[in-house]
């Protein structure tokens, strides 16, 4: 299964996300970390005090919404399966919780802060991401 480089889409992206980080911790005084954002949904007694997390997830859910609906045509393949992929799910969330955070904390806002933890975690993550594609394309032959 080719991946189509793009660079311009990448980097644009890439900005977007570092500015979002910036402007969140240069107004709000926080991270923009995912799992601290998505903890509003189990722990309600955050809800009232923090409602930029509610503003922050509307926007992830509604920008691609609205892609879709500006006739934008994203082509997804999952050549997984629907256990498999809850098996990942899993197993991501528990890798976040044993991390103290997620890519996103460690890789953009803890590595921007030089977070000594950040970096080891980001180092730990593309470790094993790249054993992970070793051993994939090893068993499948792809």
């Known amino acids: 299964m080719p991946t189509d480089f793009t660079p311009w889409l990448s980097l644009g992206g890439g900005v977007l996300i570092g500015l979002s980080a910036v402007f969140l911790m240069a107004f709000n005084g926080r991270i923009a970390g995912m799992t601290s954002i998505l903890s509003i949904l189990v722990k309600p007694r955050d809800w009232a005090d923090q ?6 997830l509307a926007a992830a859910i509604a920008a691609p919404l609205v892609l879709f609906m500006s006739g934008y045509d994203i082509a997804v393949q999952v ?8 098996i990942g799910g899993l197993l991501v969330g528990i890798g976040t919780m044993l991390g103290s955070g997620c890519t996103s904390g460690h890789g953009v806002c803890g590595n921007a802060r030089l977070s000594p933890r950040s ?3 980001t180092a730990t993550f593309l470790g094993f991401a790249v054993v992970t594609v070793f051993m994939i394309r090893l068993i499948t032959g792809a």
Do not use: E, G, T, Y
């Open 51 to 56: 409602p930029w997390k509610f503003a922050f």
């Open 79 to 86: 050549p997984a399966s629907a256990p498999l992929l809850v």
């Open 119 to 121: 970096m080891a975690a």
